[in-house]
Nanobody
Framework: QVQLVESGGGLVQAGGSLRLSCAAS????????MGWFRQAPGKEREFVTV????????SYADSVKGRFTSSRDNAKNTLYLQMNSLKPEDTAVYYC?????????????????WGQGTQVTVSS
């Protein structure tokens, strides 16, 4: 059974930092895309970042460029998201996702497995 389990969310003041982790179990995703998406109240789920499988390639949403950094440790089957200079508009539930279809994608439909989500709340 494949599981993605996020951790590291919480409440932080604007300008602060958080580091999210996503531990995968049940299979490895080293050759495939893993990414982070988020969903704020009343809004659609949106792409945040993707770390490509097997090649050194990343992509970020414009709203987080320069502030967020994603990485993965394939030996640990874990995805990370370092979030710095957080803003109130970053408040959302953050979801980890893993694909078995593609090495690189920023489309939610390309991802087969999703975590349960972790809440990030940034106060002003």
């Amino acid at each position: 059974q494949v599981q993605l389990v996020e951790s590291g969310g919480g409440l932080v003041q604007a300008g602060g930092s958080l580091r999210l982790s996503c531990a995968a179990s049940g299979r490895t995703f080293s050759s495939y895309a893993m990414g982070w998406f988020r969903q704020a109240p009343g809004k659609e789920r949106e792409f945040v970042t993707v770390v490509a499988g097997a090649v050194p390639r990343w992509s970020y949403a414009d709203s987080v460029k320069g502030r967020f950094t994603s990485s993965r440790d394939n030996a640990k089957n874990t995805l990370y998201l370092q979030m710095n200079s957080l803003k109130p508009e970053d408040t959302a539930v953050y979801y980890c996702a893993a694909s078995t279809k593609t090495r690189y994608s920023d489309y939610a439909d390309d991802y087969d497995y999703w975590g349960q989500g972790t809440q990030v709340t940034v106060s002003s």
